[in-house]
């Protein structure tokens, strides 16, 4: 158990909806990560948050959005949902940036239908 | 930005045989080159890690190799057994990079098989 709680763990939605991705981090680490896993896609990075604050972007779409939460929680909210949006999404959290390792949640995977 | 790739896509070995996975890194100021692996239904995690002052690291049956000249680092399993089979990916970092996640760019992963 990494220690970092991710819900829903399974999500079937529609085209065109919108959903949302809770992540619990480790206790205690300010950073928090979130990763799409697509089919032969590997870890695409999608966005870095630490301490309440926006840190880095990565292959994050416009339709995407997320945020950190004073008590360090985060949401992914994924809106007007495509076929192609169904993967595997993965929250992952540490002490700092710049250092060390990486503590993956189990994942919420998205089916959109 | 970092371009991490990673190979195989698939490895099958016979049990007690040794596994490598090799990865290749574009960008020189690349320091810290980890390795997860995920098994099926779980997410990645680390099995060991590398910076760039070190050529080697072992821990029990895993060892890293790292190449800074060549840009390439590679996983070495040997006297593999069932619960090795999973996904590995291979990554690098670099603070410098700008591309965000502390510069972490993830390998598209391997797949490894342990054939009994």
Excluded: M
């Excluded at chain 1, 680490?29 to 926006?54: A, K, M, P, R, T």
């Excluded at chain 2, 239904?41 to 002052?53: A, E, H, V």
């Excluded at chain 2, 069932?82 to 972490?104: H, I, N, Q």
């Amino acid at each position: 158990d990494s220690g970092v709680t991710q819900t829903p763990k399974h999500l079937i939605t529609a085209t065109g909806q919108r959903v949302t991705l809770r992540c619990s981090p480790r206790s205690g680490d300010l950073s928090v990560y979130w990763y799409q896993q697509s089919l032969d896609q590997g870890l695409q990075f999608l966005i870095q948050y630490y301490n309440g604050e926006e840190r880095a972007k990565g292959n994050i779409l416009e339709r995407f959005s997320a945020q950190q939460f004073p008590d360090l929680h985060s949401e992914l909210n994924l809106s007007s949902l495509e076929l192609g949006d169904s993967a595997l999404y993965f929250c992952a959290s540490k002490y700092r940036s710049n250092t060390g390792e990486l503590f993956f949640g189990e994942g919420s995977r998205l089916t959109v239908l | 930005g970092e371009n991490v790739e990673q190979h195989p896509s698939t490895l099958s070995v016979q049990e007690g045989d040794s596994a490598v996975i090799k990865c290749t890194y574009s960008d020189s100021a690349s320091n810290y080159f980890p390795w997860y692996k995920q098994e099926l239904g779980k997410g990645p995690q680390l099995i060991i890690d590398i910076r760039s002052n070190v050529g080697e690291k072992k821990d029990q049956r895993i060892a890293v190799t790292l190449n800074k000249t060549a840009k390439h680092f590679s996983l070495h399993i040997t006297e593999t057994q069932p619960e090795d089979s999973a996904v590995y990916f291979c990554a690098a970092s670099s603070r410098y990079s700008g591309g965000g996640a502390d510069g972490l760019t993830f390998g598209k992963g391997t797949h490894l098989i342990i054939q009994p």
